[in-house]
Nanobody, 116 residues
Framework: QVQLVESGGGLVQAGGSLTLSCVAS????????MGWYRQAPGKQRELVAS?????????KYADSVKGRFTISRDNAKKTVYLRMDSLKPEDTAVYYC????????WGRGTQVTVSS
């Protein structure tokens, strides 16, 4: 049974930083691409960042977070991270990690709130 568990969310002031973590269990981790998504109230879920499988995973970012967010993975720990710097109030959302396997697996999300 595949499980993804996010952590690291919280309340931060604008300009601050947070690092989210997502730990996978019940599956091989290194061979699957991973992504971070977010969903703000009243809005659709959107892709924030993704990282390909393997040791030197290539990354992609939404235009709104380029230069501020960094996705990375530690295959030995079965963990994907999202480092978020220079946070803005518009980054407030529930953040979810996703594993692109034979099907998409999702975590339950972690709330990030950025105050102005």
């Amino acid at each position: 049974q595949v499980q993804l568990v996010e952590s690291g969310g919280g309340l931060v002031q604008a300009g601050g930083s947070l690092t989210l973590s997502c730990v996978a269990s019940g599956t091989i981790f290194s061979i699957y691409p991973m992504g971070w998504y977010r969903q703000a109230p009243g809005k659709q879920r959107e892709l924030v960042a993704s990282i390909s499988s393997g040791r030197g995973g290539s990354t992609k970012y939404a235009d709104s977070v380029k230069g501020r967010f960094t996705i990375s993975r530690d295959n030995a720990k079965k963990t994907v991270y999202l480092r978020m710097d220079s946070l803005k109030p518009e980054d407030t959302a529930v953040y979810y990690c996703m594993m692109l396997a034979s099907q998409n697996y999702w975590g339950r999300g972690t709330q990030v709130t950025v105050s102005s």
